[in-house]
């Protein structure tokens, strides 16, 4: 069998439980700082399916309560776009 | 940068309903979704829905959507599809972005946030060879593609969604090998349970998914048995010849939105996560800002409607469309539904959580 | 073939025009109107792109375009969301290897 740790945890940037327990050791304790460190959760679906379990495993491995680790910093905008959406604000449709 | 009285995010049936409530009301309001189509997961939902004759009972997910963007069409609501909301500034600008090229910022009185939620991971060996998908993502492709992903199935989860997924996958012509729930008790509604039982589907119980085996594609599967802790237990894994990995795992309310524009967030670990504090007329700490459906807690379509429809109200009275007399009468029939709904062996948990999430408003 | 021609609950499959898509070089009937995903799994596909860092085959995930983890390069444009993407007559799909490449008709 495989090895359990060379699982993928972020599917989008293809990063593995090795790479997210090594972050959490080297003291990177907050779901915001493993992807920092990582690039866990920047890929395309940013962190949908990954943000939740880089909580679970911060808090198996500190104690840190799960509750605590949810509240990443959520910074606009949610979804990626285009750097040139940012320039053509329109007057409004319709 | 223009102006609508009620911004609704997400055209699921949660956001549909606050959107017809609203404008039934007389308010004036816009709904995006990011999606090409409307509807969110309401239809794929083929199956007939519980409760009473009030909520929609034995009627279909899908029948549910055609009639709810009927009436929105007939009470002319502004809809804006492949439009995706990147943030709240100022508890009342919405940015949002149309088809990926344009910004536009409407001023909204109220918004009503009604973003539904997304299905957890599991991360076992080989859980991204292409086989391993979503329950939601098999249940999308039978019943609106009408393509089956694979001819024999392994589902994990035994929950609501695994149960009636597995059901529609048979219905789909597939073959269904196997459920594995890592409880020690199923955790499902009986009726879809029973069905899946029926038709020969073993269920293994204190079970995980081990591995996913296949070069390009999923092959096989391995299953084991865990102890009390969650262990696996070596010596008792089986390998189960299928090309398709089902995950129905539980769902996690899409927050982003919410929390970035400020809205205060509890955890609520019966109901996903972490959800936006609101009271029973679905506001949250943000008084210009509402929440509908699984964003402010996993439940069902059914909760998601009335949650809906909830919000709309409230938000549509908070702008003086509603008189007080009126909107006690329609707040206590939507909390009537609500509670008949929240009942029984499942319901009732769920109803304690809300319970939680609402007292945690006051003060 | 993985198409559902008969469904307890849903009915027959309606018969539909047909387009003609190419995959990786090889003309494809489908149905008007369906994702190119659906097309794809209904012949049988078994993957749609390989990863950057790994090459690693990937196929659909969450079915409804919001993981990305089905994208191919259609029409020389990389990152296309195979499953909310409808097929149109005569359109180009290439499995995409890594960032894939912008361009009709080339891969690396």
Redesign the interface.
Same mark, same amino acid.
């Given at each position: 069998?495989?090895?359990?740790r060379? @699982?993928?945890?972020c599917?989008?940037?293809?990063v593995t439980?090795r790479e997210i327990e090594e972050a959490i050791e080297e003291g990177y304790t907050t779901v915001d700082d493993v992807k920092r460190i990582t690039r866990a959760g920047m890929? *395309?679906?940013q962190g949908?399916?990954?943000s939740?379990?880089i909580a679970r495993l911060i808090s198996e491995k500190t104690g840190i309560p799960?509750?605590d680790l *949810?509240?990443t910093g959520?910074?606009?905008? @949610?979804?990626p776009?285009?750097m040139? @959406?940012?320039d053509?604000?329109?007057?409004?449709?319709? | 940068m223009m102006d609508r009285e009620i911004v609704v995010i997400g055209a699921g049936p949660a956001g549909l309903s606050a959107a017809l409530e609203a404008a039934r009301a007389g308010a004036e309001v816009l709904l995006v979704d990011e999606n090409h189509k409307p509807g969110g997961q309401l239809f794929k939902q083929i199956h007939k829905f519980f409760g009473s004759k009030d909520h929609q009972a034995g009627v279909r997910g899908i029948d549910i959507g055609v009639q709810l963007l009927e009436e929105a069409k007939e009470l002319k609501i502004d809809v804006w599809l492949n439009a995706e909301v990147c943030g709240i500034f100022n508890q009342n600008e919405v940015w949002i972005v149309r088809d990926k090229e344009r910004s536009v910022t409407v001023r909204a009185e109220r918004i009503i946030l009604a973003t539904g939620a997304t299905e957890n991971a599991v991360n076992f060996p080989g859980w991204t060879l292409p086989g391993v998908m979503g329950a939601g993502a098999a249940q999308t492709m039978i019943n609106i593609h009408r393509v089956l992903p694979g001819q024999k199935v392994l589902m994990i989860g035994s929950g609501n969604v695994g149960v009636i997924v597995s059901y529609q996958l048979l219905q789909a012509g597939a073959d269904v090998k196997a459920v594995v729930e890592a409880a020690p008790r199923l955790g499902g509604y009986g009726v879809h349970t029973a069905k899946v039982r029926r038709a020969g589907v073993p269920f293994y119980t204190s079970h995980t998914v081990l591995e996913a085996r296949g070069k390009d594609h999923v092959e096989s599967a391995v299953i084991g048995r865990i102890d009390e802790r969650w262990k696996p237990i070596p010596g008792t894994e089986i390998e189960l010849e299928v090309d398709t990995i089902c995950i129905a795992a539980g769902l996690t309310p899409l927050v982003e939105l919410a929390f970035a524009a400020g809205c205060r967030p509890v955890f609520s670990p019966v109901l996903g996560g972490m959800v936006p504090v609101h009271d029973a007329a679905m506001r949250t700490s943000l008084p210009s800002l509402y929440v509908a459906g699984d964003i402010s807690g996993v439940e069902e379509a059914s909760t998601a409607m009335e949650e809906g429809r909830m919000a709309g109200l409230s938000a549509a009275r908070s702008l003086g469309h509603i008189d007080d007399a009126t909107y006690r009468i329609r707040y206590e029939a939507v909390e009537n539904r609500l509670l008949a709904l929240r009942s029984g062996l499942f319901g009732q948990k769920r109803r304690d959580a809300k319970e939680q999430i609402v007292s945690q408003s006051q003060g | 073939m993985n198409r559902i021609f008969e469904h307890p609950i849903l009915g027959p499959l309606e018969d539909t025009e047909l387009v003609r898509i190419f995959v990786d070089g090889e003309p494809v009937e489908a149905r008007k109107g369906e994702v190119i995903a659906a097309a794809l799994i209904a012949t049988g596909k078994q993957y749609f792109r390989k990863t950057i860092k790994l090459q690693e085959p990937r196929g659909i995930y969450c079915g409804i375009g919001r993981c990305t983890d089905c994208v191919m390069t259609v029409n020389g444009v990389p990152n296309v969301r195979t499953c909310v993407t409808e097929v149109e007559e005569g359109m180009v799909i290439e499995t995409q290897l890594g960032y894939g490449k912008w361009g009709r008709g080339i891969n690396s």
């Open positions: 069998m495989k090895d359990p060379d @699982v993928f945890i599917r989008c940037e293809e439980l890929g *395309l679906c949908r399916s990954c939740k379990v799960l509750s *949810l509240q959520y910074r606009y905008p @949610v979804r776009e285009k040139m @959406v940012l053509n604000d329109g007057e409004g449709d319709e | - | -």
